[in-house]
């Protein structure tokens, strides 16, 4: 029997407090090999609808009720973004953080996005700039490559301004999104200019 069909054939309220049970039995650890798998199992039995009696919402809300631990914020955390429950989402990242001395660039991503999606730029700024330090792996700048686009342009707290054009005799997309974040990370208004695959005489010669 797969996940899938482990979880179509239990009960919701079995499954709440079987993912309550391991919740308390891990406290203030985040172990992730437990955590994800849960976090992704109750995803499945409560779906992200509008208007239904048990959907993400109410996961969400379920998991607000767990006694505190760095667990169950951490859940609560996750649960509260799939609902788009962004204020609360935003409020449980920043006490699991209080709680839990690891700075996890992932997890710190997703705290600067429920920020961003509440409105709260500047503080999404200020939490993302020391997370880039050092920069993280390439496969998370091109996840944030956006959302760093998107905070550089409501910060008018930059220290420079850069106009940066790429160009090589061969493709240099990869580049773009490490130059930008770490241009955010110091403060630098970027603008960036990508040349044509190919076309870097043309571009010297065109300039």
Not at 166 to 193: H, I, N, Q, W
Request: glycine share 6%; net charge negative; hydrophobic share 40%.
């Amino acid at each position: 029997m797969t996940d899938s069909e482990t979880v179509l054939n239990t009960e919701p309220t079995d499954l709440l407090m079987s993912a309550a049970r391991t919740v308390a039995q891990l406290g203030d650890g985040i172990d992730l090999s437990k955590l994800d798998p849960l976090i992704n199992n109750l995803q499945k039995a409560f779906p992200r609808t509008s208007g239904a009696e048990q959907d993400s919402s109410y996961l969400a809300r379920w998991a607000g009720e767990l006694p505190e631990t760095g667990a169950s914020v951490y859940l609560r955390a996750r649960l509260s973004s799939d609902a788009g429950d962004w204020e609360s989402a935003a409020t449980a990242w920043n006490r699991f953080f209080q709680l839990h001395q690891g700075r996890d660039q992932g997890w710190v991503l997703q705290q600067v996005r429920a920020l961003a999606e509440c409105g709260r730029t500047a503080e999404a700024s200020l939490s993302l700039r020391p997370a880039l330090t050092p920069p993280p792996k390439y496969s998370l700048l091109a996840r944030a490559e956006r959302l760093i686009q998107r905070l550089s342009d409501a910060d008018d707290r930059y220290l420079r301004e850069a106009r940066v054009a790429f160009l090589g005799p061969s493709t240099t997309a990869l580049l773009v999104p490490v130059f930008r974040a770490l241009a955010f990370r110091d403060r630098v208004k970027a603008t960036t200019y990508s040349g044509l695959y190919g076309s870097m005489d043309f571009e010297i010669l065109d300039s």
